[in-house]
């Protein structure tokens, strides 16, 4: 039973690929996808792996390092057990990352970072349900598209405001609300960082977001050399999807009691301590496929 909760946001610093396994498509290794929505997400299986394989790398070079082992056990549960009444699941879950903001090429501003009131909505119903928030994200009023400021329009001066994402030109409005939701949205997400995203938020219409989310994905070729001909080797060229650095996932850690009897008891509010422990849970850690080539970097705030 989870009694406690933390808001974890998440930031590509590299291209990120959570994979769905091999299909016969266009693209032979995907990402996650939401089968309804079709938004890119990292699975609470990835997510909690790759979390579990920080915290323990973390861990081993602590001078604390037996204590901390136990800690670890008892927060994510035993990898193994020679019998079944040795099993011990953890006291920690997390939900599926969920997609909260995409970037998107600018033909001003160099690109934006994008969202649709569907995803708001949402976010805001989470808040709402897991952690009973009355503070919630400002959604923009009226239909079509409306910006944070005048650093993505390519006409400002005039009186029919522009953008150009990618080859497509929106008619966009430099409303109040947006601007409150880029200050809502940078406080909470790059507090401390001077990236300006508070200049770069656009908000468009939900149909419009969801052929960004599955268009403008990296889709990079790869093959394999052979080393000693360095010529393609075999038939090995296949075509791999990521998601875009920058890009900005949400997901919920849930915490309980420790469920084991013969070690440390730890409560729900010490569980939560623990995994959001600077030294435990670094502020970077690497998840996905193609670690050795740089990819996978995300960057985790706690909220």
Sequence with gaps: MFSNNGLLFLQAVTSIHAGSGSELGLVDLPIQREKHTDYPKIESSSLKGAIRATV???VEATVEKATQASRLQIVFGKESAENQSDAQAGAISFSDARLLLFPVKSLRGVFAW????LVLKRFNEELKLYRQESNLLTIPSGEGACVSSNTLIVNPRTDR???????YTYSVQLTNECQE???QLAALVFEGIDNGFSDRLMVLPDDDFVDFVTLSTEVNA?????PDTGTVKGTALWYEENVPPETVFYSYCFAGN???TNQEMMKADEVLSFIKQADVFPACFQLGGNSSLGKGILRRIWR
């Design 56 to 58: 323990k790398a973390t």
């Design 258 to 260: 420790s469920r084991i």
């Design 181 to 183: 939701l880029a200050s």
């Design 161 to 167: 405001k522009q953008v150009v994402l990618e080859e």
């Design 114 to 117: 994008v969202t649709c009131p």
């Design 222 to 226: 790869r093959i394999r050399i052979n």
